[in-house]
């Protein structure tokens, strides 16, 4: 059984950083893309980064140059290093892997306030 558990999320002061880290079990973790995603009150759930299994990386328009995404096959984690936070990065965060369907982490929060 595939479980995600999200950390590091938290309130943070605009301009400022956080990294959030995903651990995975329950797959063969290397030969899986990871996904950070986010979802803010009202609005649509959206990517924010992804990351292949051989470490090719996409990004949402308005994270670019802010956020990297990175994956230790050897701890079975992704992390999502946020640098340059504004308020308008608040939201939910979710970490998802792919495998035949999807899953989905459970969240974690992150408040950006100006």
């Given at each position: 059984q595939v479980q995600l558990v999200e950390s590091g999320g938290g309130l943070v002061q605009s301009g400022g950083s956080l990294r959030l880290s995903c651990a995975a079990s329950g797959t063969?973790?290397?030969?899986?893309?990871?996904?950070?995603?986010?979802?803010?009150?009202?609005?649509?759930?959206e990517l924010v980064a992804l990351i292949t299994s051989v470490g090719s990386t996409v990004y949402g328009d308005s994270v670019k140059g802010r956020f990297t995404i990175s994956r230790d096959n050897g701890k079975n984690t992704v992390a999502l290093q946020m640098n340059s936070l504004k308020p308008e990065d608040t939201a939910v965060?979710?970490?998802?892997?792919?495998w035949g369907r999807d899953y989905w982490g459970q969240g974690t929060q992150v408040t950006v306030s100006s």
């Open positions: 063969i973790f290397s030969l899986r893309a990871m996904a950070w995603y986010r979802q803010a009150p009202g609005k649509q759930r965060y979710y970490c998802k892997l792919s």
